[in-house]
């Protein structure tokens, strides 16, 4: 079956950078875009970006231009999401999703907490 | 890019029907069929319900169903059941090449 598995949980410090991974299974990767949303505890969603796995290409929202990376390997059919300048308010959980239809499956969510 | 604004909850009894709207503007729900929602229980990763507007993913009941009028979506559930009892979330391509989700709506099954 179709299945995304994102990587554990993260504790960073502000400022510092993460690095979420998710890998794809049970279907062509290069087929997709893989989407990435996050959540904040108690919130709703929040739309990030995407990375075409095919060409590489992303497009990211204007909140996070600068600050998230999205990457990809073909070869073991993972994505990344890579977020710097961490602050307190991105203490959330981050979700990758394949894009078909809307976004179908989503990966489990990895929690990322920022505090000194 | 703004959020979508949806009712922070609704509320039905089983067998009952219930509708949660979405409301967009011209830039976003208004400009394209590119709606979708998501169901949310408690503790789980959202999963998708409806996409474009009217479609339903294999495997979900066609009790749920989704509209459009405008720059206003909607997903009605019919014959509400207690595993409908979720927070719901509806998503819309946008004319700057991203995607919005609305703020969710807590679906109760009284």
């Known amino acids: 079956q179709v299945q995304l598995v994102q990587s554990g949980a993260e504790v960073k410090k502000p400022g510092a950078s993460v690095k979420v991974s998710c890998k794809a299974s049970?279907?062509?990767?290069?087929?997709?875009?893989i989407n990435w949303v996050r959540q904040a505890t108690g919130q709703g969603l929040e739309w990030m970006g995407w990375i075409n796995p095919n060409s590489g290409n992303t497009g990211y929202a204007p909140k996070f231009q600068g600050r998230v990376t999205m990457t990809r390997n073909i070869s073991i059919r993972t994505v990344y999401m890579e977020l710097s300048g961490l602050r307190s308010d991105d203490t959330a959980v981050y979700y990758c999703a394949r894009a078909y239809g809307g976004l179908d499956p989503w990966g489990q969510g990895t929690l990322v907490t920022v505090s000194s | 890019q703004s959020a979508l604004t949806q009712p922070p909850s609704v509320s039905g009894s089983p067998g009952q029907s219930v509708t949660i709207s979405c409301s967009g503007t011209s830039s976003d729900i208004g400009s394209y069929n590119r709606v979708s929602w998501y169901q949310q229980p408690p503790g789980t990763a959202p999963k998708l319900v409806i996409y474009d507007v009217t479609y339903r993913p294999s495997g979900v009941p066609d009790r749920f169903s989704g509209s459009k009028s405008g720059n206003t979506a909607s997903l009605t559930i019919s014959g509400l059941q207690a595993e409908d009892e979720a927070d719901y979330y509806c998503?819309?391509?946008?004319?700057?090449?991203?995607?919005?989700f609305g703020g969710g709506t807590e679906l109760t099954v009284l």
């Open positions: 049970g279907y062509t990767f290069t087929n997709n875009d």
């Open positions: 998503s819309s391509y946008t004319i700057t090449s991203t995607w919005v």
